[in-house]
């Protein structure tokens, strides 16, 4: 696969690696970006995304050595090289999926769409809800109050407190660290309160409206732009969220993924902080559509996609949906007369036909993440929104190759 992964990287075109360095791309790079990038695709491909472990897998592993032609970059050379170049492994990812549908391998009759959630390289406990920030930040002004107070009641013992060597005029350490917290939590407690007045601006509601609904009716819960006392925002990585996942309550993000029948290849990808699915079923059509040129004619959704603007959205875009509008073995639930698409999907859910291709999405789009998991991908190595979604996307390149690589002998 190695041999594979060297062929494949050489066929598509990595300008946008090069263009960053003069010339030919190595007079400000000790090692060609071309070696970087199979180094990195494959080990994505087999389930080692530390830098650390690549580095030592270049010392050890015959295939690493064979693609790193004799160089051996350290962890920081690597980890840098992928934090500079994640819009460039995007561009990769779609030359991809462009080279398989050229192929024949991207059919696009029917596409498995799917989320899963992958934790972020932030712990949930550096997390703290507003109603804590405010007690902690109360509790911090008047712990730095009392140690100013102390200090200036010692002024005249200052050669005794600070030593022979110091001016005398240091912050002690303990008001030092007391002060770098009151200011993470202050940051923390803006982004808190930027997010909840962007949803409340959404709602209709204005700064000044007080607690009265922009539409009458009953009165807000809190004024405009105070997010509820157990929203949480995290120190580490203040973009991931809090969410559901079979390990309880973890940091995380929401990664999307599309896969074509009978290739199960990945056509088009996704990353939000929304826990829900639902809002990424369009989206996620619409990137099929950029990536590919074409609509699917197909795309099977569990439970989670369903939405009514979603169905409305996707009829008008000629693409037939089979989204499963509950949890399987359970009775089917009756829907209002207003949810006319939400309808029109139970009926088709309730044919032969629909749940025959029904049927197909838990084979086809469920293997895929188990691969990408069972490799060993399950939490970032990046931070913030902008830099895990160039990683997924890494993920999802390597993910590919892999899976043309097997079929490659019946291709």
């Known amino acids: 696969m190695a041999y594979f992964v060297s062929d494949a990287i050489d066929a598509l075109d990595l300008s946008a690696f090069l263009e960053r360095y003069e010339g030919d791309g190595r007079r400000n790079q000790p090692f060609h970006p071309r070696m970087m990038v199979k180094v990195l695709v494959y080990g994505y491909a087999t389930g080692v995304c530390s830098s650390r472990k690549i580095a030592k897998k270049i010392e050890e592993d015959v295939a690493f050595r064979v693609l790193a032609a004799g160089s051996f ?40 769409i799917d989320g ?15 109603g804590r920030m405010l007690k902690a930040e109360k ?34 350490q ?61 120190f580490t990585d203040p973009q991931s969220r809090v969410m559901m996942t079979q390990d309880g309550y973890q ?11 009978g290739s199960q290849l990945i056509v088009a990808t996704g990353l939000t902080n929304n826990a829900a699915d639902s809002p990424e079923l369009v989206p996620m059509v619409e990137r099929i559509e950029t990536l590919t040129g074409q609509l699917p004619k197909q795309v099977l959704a569990d439970a989670g996609y369903r939405s009514e603007a979603g169905f409305q959205k996707l009829e008008q875009m000629g693409v037939e949906a089979v989204v499963s509008l509950g949890r399987e073995g359970k009775k ?32 086809l789009v469920e293997p895929v993440v188990g691969w990408i998991k069972q490799r060993g991908f399950r939490s970032f190595s990046l931070r913030g929104l902008a830099k895990t979604t160039g990683e ?3 993920v999802c390149l390597a993910t590919n190759l892999r899976r043309m690589y097997v079929l490659a002998p019946a291709a």
């Open 392 to 394: 997924w996307d890494l």
């Open 73 to 112: 970059p350290a962890h920081r050379t690597i980890c840098d090289f992928r934090g500079e170049h994640l819009a460039a492994f995007r561009q990769l990812f779609v030359q991809v999926v462009q080279l398989a549908q050229g192929a024949g391998l991207v059919k696009l009759g029917r596409v498995g």
């Open 332 to 363: 089917a639930r009756s829907f209002s007369d207003a949810l006319e698409a939400t309808r029109r999907m139970a009926a088709k859910l309730e044919s032969e036909e629909g749940r025959g291709a029904y049927r197909e999405r838990k084979g």
């Open 174 to 234: 303990e008001l030092r660290r007391r002060e770098d917290r009151l200011r993470k939590i202050a940051e923390a407690k803006a982004r808190l309160e930027a997010r909840q007045a962007e949803e409340d601006r959404g709602k209709g509601r204005r700064p000044g409206d007080g607690r009265k609904s922009p539409r009458g009716g009953r009165r807000f819960k809190r004024e405009f732009g105070v997010p509820p006392d157990k929203e949480q925002d995290n």
């Open 116 to 130: 899963t959630k992958v934790r972020a390289s932030a712990s949930k406990h550096k997390a703290m809800s507003y």
């Open 251 to 261: 940091q995380c993000y929401n990664a999307q993924i599309a896969v074509d029948s």
């Open 139 to 172: 509790r911090l002004r008047r712990e730095i109050d009392e140690i100013l107070e102390q200090a200036a009641a010692q002024d005249a013992a200052e050669d005794d407190l600070y030593g022979p060597d110091q001016r005398g005029d240091e912050l002690p």
